[in-house]
T-cell receptor
Framework: AQTVTQSQPEMSVQEAETVTLSCTYDTSESDYYLFWYKQPPSRQMILVIRQEAYKQQNATENRFSVNFQKAAKSFSLKISDSQLGDAAMYFC??????????FGTGTSLTVIP | DAGVIQSPRHEVTEMGQEVTLRCKPISGHNSLFWYRQTMMRGLELLIYFNNNVPIDDSGMPEDRFSAKMPNASFSTLKIQPSEPRDSAVYFCASNKGQAAYEQYFGPGTRLTVT
């Protein structure tokens, strides 16, 4: 079975600094997709970034980027120039080719002014 | 375009009562997912429909839980009878039913069973 592990239950970062959230996953498949979702206090789940496993290039969305290491089954999220609005719970998710999703347990990010 | 719609947003009920949660997926999406979120267990997939057919219900906790999708624009999650341990936030999500498409989540229903 696929599992997604987020080993950091809580992280904090100073405003304007950079923080990296870790995620590892377990799979025997070669074709899959990875996502980071953000859940602010409003509890609405919002897509942050997506990575296709067949692409070697790391995905980037403005201040958000990933470090995708397929052989190591690692998918970390880097937030640059952290802002107060980045404070939220962040979930890593794995999507298999059959469209089933598996989520990690989340990392709570605090941004310190 | 409207997002995933869930109702009610909040539900408070007494133990033993029947609870029905409702979801309207985004138009054109043919896959629908029900999740439960708690502090202890995180985000758990309960059931996954594709083209209105349940594909994976292995996450449904027990017989007290049932889910239906009578058509492409509506799904229900029913708990009968409800128990205090069912208290959680229940999310509905939808996508286009193929890999590479992200899920779009509804705002969730916060259920409290007293």
């Amino acid at each position: 079975a696929q599992t997604v592990t987020q080993s950091q239950p809580e992280m904090s970062v100073q405003e304007a600094e950079t923080v990296t959230l870790s995620c590892t996953y377990d799979t025997s498949e070669s074709d899959y997709y990875l996502f980071w979702y953000k859940q602010p206090p409003s509890r609405q789940m919002i897509l942050v970034i997506r990575q296709e496993a067949y692409k070697q290039q790391n995905a980037t969305e403005n201040r958000f980027s990933v470090n995708f290491q397929k052989a190591a089954k690692s998918f970390s999220l880097k937030i640059s120039d952290s802002q107060l609005g980045d404070a939220a719970m962040y979930f890593c998710a794995y999507q298999k080719a059959g469209n089933q999703f598996y989520f990690g347990t989340g990392t709570s990010l605090t941004v310190i002014p | 375009d409207a997002g995933v719609i869930q109702s009610p947003r909040h539900e408070v009920t007494e133990m033993g009562q029947e609870v029905t949660l409702r979801c309207k997926p985004i138009s054109g999406h043919n896959s629908l997912f029900w999740y439960r979120q708690t502090m202890m267990r995180g985000l758990e997939l309960l059931i996954y429909f594709n083209n209105n057919v349940p594909i994976d219900d292995s996450g449904m906790p027990e017989d007290r839980f049932s889910a239906k999708m009578p058509n492409a624009s509506f799904s229900t999650l029913k708990i009968q009878p409800s128990e205090p341990r069912d208290s959680a936030v229940y999310f509905c999500a939808s996508n286009k039913g193929q890999a590479a498409y992200e899920q779009y989540f509804g705002p969730g229903t916060r259920l409290t069973v007293t």
